[in-house]
């Protein structure tokens, strides 16, 4: 399919973030990588949630290339959107609340886009993926007590469905992966694809 050595434990994907839950997954697949720190600002984006998702982790993608050199870079940005608000990462406690009490009893939506750059550094796939997320209704103290033991912090949204947060949320409709920082199948379909994998699971050495 193409020139480039796929990914393999000698020629392992960049991840360029310092996401321990999307490092998680990766390694919860099998999948070998390493993991370069981004420093994009997230914030500047003035396209609409899918396609700002999208803009952000090609960014990501194109520093962790330029950090990391010649091998598979993938970038991803995920975001919580409501309405017509993007919820990302609250400032502090009282932003958290904030953002908590906009999601009680309501579905939102968490995008993350995805860039995989090839060994060139050549942008080769990009997409967008939804989950819809239906919350339950808080309580003012739950909501507080949340935010006292500290999850919401880092976390676009003020929640972590993988942590303690995962009693706010009555169900999804998608990709529950793609809550936690990674949409799992769609990447590996779109590391198959672009020939960036060979196999998988991957096995070879």
Known sequence: MNNYNPISP????????????????????????HAVASH?????VREDPETGS???????AL??????????TLGADTMVVIGKDILGKPADAADAGKMLRVLSGRTHQ????????????KPV?????????????????????????????????AYAIQGIGAFMVKGIAGSYTNVVGLPVC?????????????????TGA
């Open 186 to 202: 769609a990447l590996v379909e779109a590391l198959v694809s672009t020939g960036a994998l060979t196999e998988f699971p991957v």
């Open 10 to 33: 000698k020629y392992p994907l960049t991840l360029a973030s310092a996401s321990p839950r999307r490092k998680q997954l990766l390694t919860q697949v099998g999948i070998p990588f």
């Open 63 to 72: 520093e962790g290339y330029r950090l990391s050199g010649a091998f598979w």
């Open 110 to 121: 968490v995008l993350t886009g995805l860039s995989l750059l090839n060994p060139d550094g």
């Open 125 to 157: 796939h990009a997409e967008a993926v939804t989950t819809d997320v239906r919350f339950k209704s808080l309580t003012g103290r739950e909501i507080e007590s949340y935010i006292r033991i500290g999850e919401p912090f880092g976390k676009a949204g």
């Open 54 to 60: 999208m803009v952000l982790a090609e960014r990501k």
């Open 40 to 44: 994009v600002v997230e914030d500047d």
